[in-house]
Antibody, heavy 120, light 107 residues
Framework: EVQLVESGGGLVQPGGSLRLSCVGS????????IHWVRHVPRKGLEWVSS????????LYVDSVKGRFTVSRDNAKNSVSLQMTSLRGEDTALYYC?????????????WGQGTLVTVSS | EIVMTQSPATLSFSPGERAILSCRAS??????LAWYQQRPGQAPRLLFY???NRATGTPGRFSGSGSGTDFTLTISSLEPEDSAVYYC?????????FGQGTKLEIK
C-alpha cells in the first residue's frame, strides 16, 4: 500500500522557519516526482513545489520562491520542504503528494497533511 | 498564471440523479486537466487525468470530458458517498493551478 507521511508542522511566528518532512513507502520512491500542495483555509488548494526523481528539476510557486527549498534523499525515501521567512499567508495544511505516473504532474497519492500555522 | 474557474460553487441533488460540474480555464490547457474529489476530513483523491482518463479506482458512473478551455465532470447516478468537494487542476503551464472547487451535496 502506498503511503506518504508528513511531519514537521506546527505553530511558528512570522519570520520564523519550519522544515516539513515526508516519508514514502509502498512504492519505488526514486521513480517518482514528489509534490507539495497546501490547502489554505477558505481559499482552496495551491501547488507549492515539486521535485523530480533525481532532483534535477525543482519548481516553486512565485509566492514561496526564495523562501522555501525542496530536497530529497532517495536512500531514506524522504522529501523535505525547508520553509523560511514564514508569513501569515503560509498558514495552511501542507500535503506531500506522489506523482501519478512518475513525472506527469498529476497528483496520485496524498499524505494526510501537516498543519502549519504562522501567527504571533 | 492560468486561472481555473469552477461552476457552480455548490450543487445539491438526490441519490440517483445526474450531476454535471464545469471547469473553465482562462487560456487553453489542451487536455492537461485533472479532477480530484475531496471528502470531508480526507485528502483529495485523483479521479481523472488528461481530462478523460479514469484514475485507478474511479467508479464507472464518473466521466470526464473536454479540451482547450472547457471541461466537464459528470456523475451519472449519484450515490451518498459522492458528497464531496470536486477540484479541477491544470498542468499545462507552471504554476499548476486549481479551481476553487464545487461542493456537491447529496440530499
Amino acid at each position: 500500500e502506498v503511503q506518504l507521511v508528513e511531519s514537521g508542522g506546527g505553530l511558528v511566528q512570522p519570520g520564523g522557519s519550519l522544515r516539513l518532512s515526508c516519508v514514502g513507502s509502498g512504492f519505488t520512491f526514486d521513480d517518482y516526482a514528489i509534490h507539495w500542495v497546501r490547502h489554505v483555509p477558505r481559499k482552496g488548494l495551491e501547488w507549492v513545489s515539486s521535485i523530480t526523481w533525481n532532483s534535477d528539476t525543482k519548481l516553486y510557486v512565485d509566492s514561496v520562491k526564495g523562501r522555501f527549498t525542496v530536497s530529497r534523499d532517495n536512500a531514506k525515501n524522504s522529501v523535505s520542504l525547508q520553509m523560511t521567512s514564514l508569513r501569515g499567508e503560509d498558514t495552511a495544511l501542507y500535503y506531500c503528494v506522489k506523482d501519478e505516473t512518475g513525472m506527469s504532474y498529476y497528483l496520485g497519492n496524498w499524505g494526510q497533511g501537516t498543519l502549519v500555522t504562522v501567527s504571533s | 498564471e492560468i486561472v481555473m474557474t469552477q461552476s457552480p460553487a455548490t450543487l445539491s441533488f438526490s441519490p440517483g440523479e445526474r450531476a454535471i460540474l464545469s471547469c473553465r480555464a482562462s487560456q487553453s490547457v489542451s487536455i492537461y486537466l485533472a479532477w480530484y474529489q475531496q471528502r470531508p476530513g480526507q485528502a483529495p483523491r485523483l479521479l481523472f487525468y488528461e481530462a478523460s482518463n479514469r484514475a485507478t479506482g474511479t467508479p464507472g458512473r464518473f466521466s470526464g470530458s473536454g479540451s482547450g478551455t472547457d471541461f466537464t465532470l459528470t456523475i451519472s447516478s449519484l450515490e451518498p458517498e459522492d458528497s464531496a468537494v470536486y477540484y479541477c487542476q491544470q498542468r499545462s503551464t507552471w504554476p499548476y493551478t486549481f479551481g476553487q472547487g464545487t461542493k456537491l451535496e447529496i440530499k
